[in-house]
């Protein structure tokens, strides 16, 4: 009786540490996928930050106001699709872009699904007051989203004392599509926000 009731612990000290193996082993590779999945949401994160900036890099030396004053509004058109693909003007030259040819590739936006480019151009008087273009919402390619960033956001971020300038602020609105898709049936697509900011010499105001 006695050998038996030992045999009977044995199994049932076996049975408890495969139970526990198994939980440890599903915490560990739930962890493992984790950190994968943020390594994919990382990279693409830094992807659209680059295309942001390749983006505002591209509109930077272009000429916003003519010789009498007026915005030149294909700027906005043309730098989201240089964000995005499409057609743009660089040095007064129409280029057609692929998307396999954009700042952003391989990354794709989707409208449907809420993805948004937005451009807003600054002209900044050395008072510090400054007027944005095309509204105070910025330009949307899609009509999604609208800018993070109020006047007073980039009032905010100027050097007190700086002489008049402009800037352009490229920021891009994406829905990260889980590549495990182990938590996007609960979660939905992560929200991803990237921007970029830079002078723009020909949006100085006179």
Do not use: C
Not at 17 to 25: D, G, K, N, T, Y
Not at 138 to 165: M, Q, W
């Amino acid at each position: 009786m006695m050998h038996k009731q030992k045999g009977n612990g044995q199994k049932g000290q076996r049975g408890q540490s495969f139970v526990e193996l198994a939980i440890v082993l599903s915490l560990l590779i739930f962890m493992l996928a984790g950190v994968v999945e943020f390594g994919y949401l990382l990279n693409q994160y830094i992807t659209l930050v680059e295309g942001t900036r390749e983006t505002a890099r591209v509109l930077s030396p272009q000429k916003f106001f003519d010789d009498s004053g007026v915005p030149n509004n294909d700027l906005f058109v043309n730098g989201a699709a240089h964000l995005g693909g499409g057609l743009y003007v660089l040095d007064g030259e129409n280029l057609v872009v692929a998307p396999e040819s954009s700042s952003i590739w391989p990354i794709t936006l989707d409208e449907t699904i809420g993805d948004d480019i937005i451009i807003s151009i600054f002209s900044i008087n050395d008072d510090g007051t400054l007027i944005r273009y095309p509204d105070d919402d910025g330009y949307s390619r899609f009509g999604n989203e609208t800018s993070r960033f109020s006047d007073a956001d980039i009032s905010a971020k100027l050097v007190s004392g700086a002489p008049k300038t402009g800037a352009v602020l490229v920021e891009v609105f994406y829905h990260y599509h889980q590549i495990l898709n182990l938590l996007e049936g609960w979660t939905g697509p992560i929200a991803v926000h990237a921007y970029s900011i830079l002078p723009l010499a020909g949006a100085e105001p006179d």
